[in-house]
């Protein structure tokens, strides 16, 4: 029987999503999102074959595994396991497919690595991939192409482990119809946005709540910015997920700032189960934004519209960048300034990076700014580009600054009190102590840290005694928290001194 | 239940030397305890919030090495040096 071992290997440092914190602080053996790729190009395999997947986040790679074909998906904060593991397989005679974001955008880059290349996406051409595979008459690169994404077999959830996620994923569309410069997700998705039918997107929620899921993660470029078939999504999602409040399931998602024109898709969003959604704010700075081409966030009024978000209910995540040619020393400023200006407790700051395949890195090493070797984001205040304005070490030192200031616990609980002084109604859910299971194991761990965290953390409690209606948004605010401080503590960047200096450098 | 009670009952321990000694005492015995203590007196809180409470005196009061602090993050909160817990502040 034809055998694959499908491998999503951990990413080497902790970003603000990766929730490492919990095994960290809190020994739970857990990760933030499941792994949505493993489970879709499993669902492909024909029926006779033996599929196993390794979500490497919770458990050791099987170095000893009978398969006689290794997948490797990933993204480029993978890149590093993703080589090793693909040399250590190589080594022990196995034949090694790698494909995934990293591989499409940056297929020179681990090349070498593969016996077998997959790049792009893998719908169209799967059935020929696993044929070639089964003959043993395989081709080292398969290509593929912009498929209509729900004529796929639902994904094999029963091969991945259960329990030891807080959120799944589906993915109801890919691409998105903006061209920020910087962006790498339109360089193979495409600008064109492609969607599955809500009944094949409530298929797959159907699939996952069977599977004790209740918390799903929409994987998509920007949900709600083709508003028509957001609408019909919507509608959808909202009458699938009329239930008891603890068969109910929460969605979070990504989307771009322009959604807080439409209150109508505000509404429905609430009404269908988004508690969250990630937004690239990316920066105050409007020159920046124009030359970036992010001309969704210009003359925006972005403050205004998070207001209006968290009025609605949402609680956004800003993406906040910082590096722009148009950034000079006092950006730091400006940007601490904006945040603190909104009622947004998370945001994920760091550094402008050009990612292959992007006009970005094209124009960087057109100007001889590149710095061969950094792209893999190995730190929060890591870039591969040489910055315009400043020196290197003043934007290495104003980033550290920047976020020792956003995330110290005083700063972070007036944005947590902002938006719980905003925020929309939602409907009731169960009711339990604010501080028990995981939250209170992080919270022993925060606590200990100082005032600033213990006050930060009672804070909390109480806000989920007011609002019980937001417990679980407030959770969500607290572990991401904890993250980010565990992630700046990890990379040694967390400093007591720094964050009480309220301007980078004086 | 919540934190804010319990800091309530640490302010009332402060101020009544007899419960003061009560509280030495339980918290001495068990987490169970104090926290029957601090119900009998009308404070309603949790383990899990004891512990945390717990965890940032300990720290602020810096009575605790890395090692005792890995033990209060963890979950277990009776190390000796503890008993004294109604004699600071919490705070």
Redesign the interface.
Known sequence: MPSLYLINPAESVPGYFGLEVLGA?A?VRAVGMADLAMPTVAAFAPADWDVRLCEERLGPVDFDTPAEFIGLTGKISQRERICELATEFRRRGRKVIIGGSYASLSPEEVRAYADILVIGEIEEIAADLFSDLSSGRYKPEYRGTKPDIGSGPLPRWDLYPTGHAMTAQVQTSRGCPFECEFCDVIQYLGRKQRWKEPERVVAELDLLHRHGYRSVFFADDNLTVMRRRTRALLEALASWNDKPAAERMAFSTQVSIDVARDADILDLLRESGFAMTFIGLETPNEESLSHAGKRQNLKADMIGRIKTIAEHGILAFGGIVVGFDQDGPDIFERQAAFIQAMPLPLVSPGLLVAPDATPLHARMAAAGRLIEGRQSAASVVGTNIRPLLMSEETMRNGMIWLLNRVFSAELFAERVAAFVDICGEHKPSERK?F??GIN??L???L?????G???L??ML??AA?TRPDIQSLLTTIFIYYCQARFMLEREGIWDDTTRRRDAPFN | MSIDALEQFYEKVRSDSALEGEAGAALGESPAAVIALGAREGFVFSEDELTIALAQHAAASNELSDADLDLVAGGVVMPPRMKDFSKSRLS
Do not use: L, N, T
């Open positions: 602080w020994g102590p501080f028990s209170a194991a919270a022993r761990r606590a200990s840290k100082g005032r965290e213990y006050a953390i009672r409690d109480k005694h």
